[in-house]
């Protein structure tokens, strides 16, 4: 069965603190998204990849960075976590050809204290 | 500009009665459309898509969705809802060759017993 695995379900860190969110696909899929989700909000998205070593910002960025060194794993960094951070984070992944949508992953519900 | 909208943000329905979901798009290319259902608490999972063909396509858990053209609609549809059917709804928008998707802003589905 193909999937997207992130590494955490549930992660409490502390304001301040560098904060890495994994994110692992074996689909063999171009394209990875990393979005947040608020009540009220939808889903925004924070940074999205098409290819090894590329990114591309999102609609909010501030406060994230991003890793993709491997076509599989795309990472989310939170260089210095703080309290309006608190959320659910999800990743995705796509082919490139657009046909078939996306693949989540379960989330991550990240609170900072 | 490009949108998704979700005109409903909570829909109420009893156990058994038939369901209607709305969405309404906004794109400039022939689109690529989607459902995706989220449980409390876990990741999005695609319902059904359309990109091409039959305007009425048929999806997991009994679901299915009719593209009007002419409406700019994606419709989600089930004759008859089960209690497991309360989840919140996402309709998305894509295109061919265009790796991004287009959110709505979701409706949440409540089952009364």
């Known amino acids: 069965d193909v999937k997207v695995t992130q590494s955490s379900r549930y992660l409490v860190k502390r304001t301040g603190e560098k904060v890495f969110l994994e994110c692992v696909q074996d689909?063999?899929?171009?394209?990875m998204f990393w979005y947040r989700q608020d009540p009220g909000l939808g889903l925004r998205l924070i940074y999205f990849?098409?290819?090894?070593?590329?990114?591309e910002k999102g609609d909010i960025p501030e406060g994230y960075s991003v890793s993709r060194e491997k076509k599989e794993r795309f990472s989310l960094i939170l260089e210095s976590a703080s309290t309006n951070q608190t959320s659910m984070y999800l990743c995705?992944?796509?082919?490139?050809?657009?046909?078939?949508?996306?693949?989540f992953g379960s989330g991550t519900r990240l609170t900072v204290v | 500009a490009q949108s998704v909208t979700q005109p409903d943000i909570h829909i109420t329905v009893s156990e058994g009665a038939s369901l209607e979901l709305r969405c309404n798009y906004s794109?400039?290319?022939?689109?690529?459309l989607f459902w995706y259902v989220q449980s409390p608490g876990q990741g999005l999972q695609l319902l059904l898509k359309?990109?091409?063909?039959d305007t009425l396509v048929q999806g997991i858990k009994g679901f299915e969705a009719e593209f009007k053209r002419s409406q700019s609609s994606f419709n989600l549809r089930k004759p008859s809802v089960h209690w497991s059917d309360a989840a919140e709804y996402f309709c998305?928008?894509?295109?061919?060759?265009?790796?991004?998707?287009?959110w709505g802003a979701g409706t949440k589905l409540i089952i009364k017993p």
């Open positions: 359309y990109f091409s063909g």
């Open positions: 794109y400039g290319a022939t689109p690529y």
């Open positions: 990849s098409y290819d090894v070593k590329m990114k």
């Open positions: 998305a928008v894509g295109a061919r060759g265009n790796y991004q998707l287009i």
């Open positions: 689909m063999d899929h171009e394209n």
């Open positions: 995705a992944s796509s082919s490139s050809g657009g046909h078939y949508g996306y693949t």
